[in-house]
């Protein structure tokens, strides 16, 4: 199985681990994964979007003119997600919707247009992912003091973020010399590298350190694709590049892609339609989407691509996991 997961996929995680919002309320952790009404008010502060603008304009503002807050807003969050919610869900004894995902669909691989790490969290506690080429691009990593590094580590499952992970920097130069005191100068790789930086969520990952970035800080932007209208130059960024390389031919043949929370936004249109198109040619030519609006996002996409085969599930992702996943 192929699945492409949308912001919609996680939100059903805030409800199942509602005690453990409850026992971290003091540190804002109780609105858990955004929903992409809340943006608005988490990033600016807003109870609804100014005339004439929508929220992916926002963010555009605000990094066209060096703002970078409210994404380090929303990326904060996410981890903050990430750390409390998924963590829990992942090692609790207690069934979830999303551990009867996992467990179902033991051989799947995921396309990802979210940036947090809900599903690397679930699927390295059994050992099907590792983030040295569990992204489907070879990842530097740290080890924590005193883990070794396992000589099977190779991930069975792939989470290809196609908009970035906040947990991935890329490594564009290197420092030739020494900096402090001596003659240095930082020289262009001619191939870019990546690097493991799990930074507020290390606990998710408990046999992985930090990878620090020899140049300083790397800002939530530069590791992810903002939300703003027009994403055809960030598609350029070389990780993405890689990730989309890696994608497509997944998506080629298999030939069944199952989207689950995705909303098909217009202004993600230059980021999902490189994978449409693959699917359009492939043997099956089969897109299962699932979600509350799924009915409506069917017959936009139809107009668009109609050599899909296109059914779909009205539900969120946990009343479709208590359906047992029906369309499957």
Known sequence: MLFLLGAGYNIDANREVGSVINRYRSTKVEGGYPLVATVLK???GLDKTPEGKSVEDLFSEALQGRDFKPMET?????MEADYYIAHQLA????LNSYRRFFDRFSAAQFLTFNYDSLPEIFLSQNGRWFPEDGY?????????????RLPSAKSSSLVIHL????CVFTIESRI????VGGIAELIHLDEPLYAFDPNSISNCFPRYGRVMSFTGLTRP????IAPIPDKMEDLKQAFIRKSYS????IVRRVGVLVAVGYSFNPFDRASYHPILETLAQSKERTLLVVSPQAGELVQGILQEYPALKVPFVEKTFGAWAADSFRGL
């Open 42 to 44: 988490l990033c600016f």
């Open 74 to 78: 929303l990326v904060d969050r996410l």
């Open 91 to 94: 090692t609790t004894r207690t």
């Open 136 to 148: 489907g691009v070879t990842v530097q990593t740290e080890l924590a003091g005193g883990a070794e």
């Open 163 to 166: 908009h970035g992970s906040a």
């Open 176 to 179: 030739k010399g020494n900096p």
């Open 221 to 224: 932007d530069e590791r992810v």
């Open 246 to 249: 890696v994608a497509l031919p």
